[in-house]
Structures are given as structure tokens and as C-alpha cells.
């Protein structure tokens, strides 16, 4: 089971230009299902709990800010292989770099406007997972 989960978000940027359905429509096109879904909005120390990894990072101020300036729409996704599958779907963090058709390509705006969070491996995708969401939400 636990490479058939992962999780996303829909950051600030995106759900601030209306992308939010063009979104979960392109996630629920490319064969995902999603598990649970909620709208919601981060605070500047869940921020930065949840990107603790960054803090000794110069941009670490820079991202809670950008994190916790608007909702966002988090998200535990399903399908075999799912971390990987998801990492092709949204493409590079570069939106100029990712392939066309990706989400990052449509809606992204910038490297740190980028659209969209996407767990980078089976291990982070449980840990971003239960961050937001109980087990019982997505069992």
C-alpha cells in the first residue's frame, strides 16, 4: 500500500487564480483517486513544521511566508506507483523547465510559485499524509 499513496498540495498562487478544479480534474484524468481532499489554510508554524527540512535553507522564510499566505488545498492521492507517477504529472519545480501538459506547465507561475506540492518519496508521502489528514481519513 504505502507506494500507492501520495499526497499534494494546491499551494497559494494556484487557488488564488481560480486553478484549483482545472487541478484536481487534470489529477483525476491521469488515472488518481483521491483518498481525502481538504481546503484549508496552513499557519505560519504549521509552515514551518511542515517544511522543516528546509529551515537551515536561505529561502525558508521566503516559503512559510508564501505557504501561509492563502488557503490551500491539501491532498492524499492513490494509484499504483503514485509518488513517482505524480512526480511525472507535475513536472519540474521549474514551471519553464517542466514538460508540456504538465500541472507545473499550465498553471505555474515560478519556481516558488509553482503550482502544486508533490511528495518526493513513498517515506514523505505518509509523513505529508498524516500531517493533514488522521488515519481514519484516508484508510
Known sequence: MADNITFTMIKPDATA????????????????????MKWTRLSKEDAEKFYAVHRERPFFGELVE??????????????????EEYRKLIGATDPAKAEAGTIRALFA?????????????????AIESAFFFSAREFA
Open 66 to 83: 508564501y505557504m501561509s499566505s492563502g488557503p490551500i488545498v491539501a491532498a492524499v492521492l492513490e494509484k499504483n506507483n503514485a509518488v
Open 17 to 36: 487564480a481560480g486553478h484549483t478544479g482545472k487541478i484536481i480534474d487534470k489529477i483525476i484524468g491521469s488515472g488518481f483517486s483521491i483518498r481525502a
Open 109 to 125: 507561475k515560478s519556481i516558488s510559485a509553482n503550482a502544486v506540492h508533490g511528495s518526493d518519496s513513498n517515506e514523505n508521502a
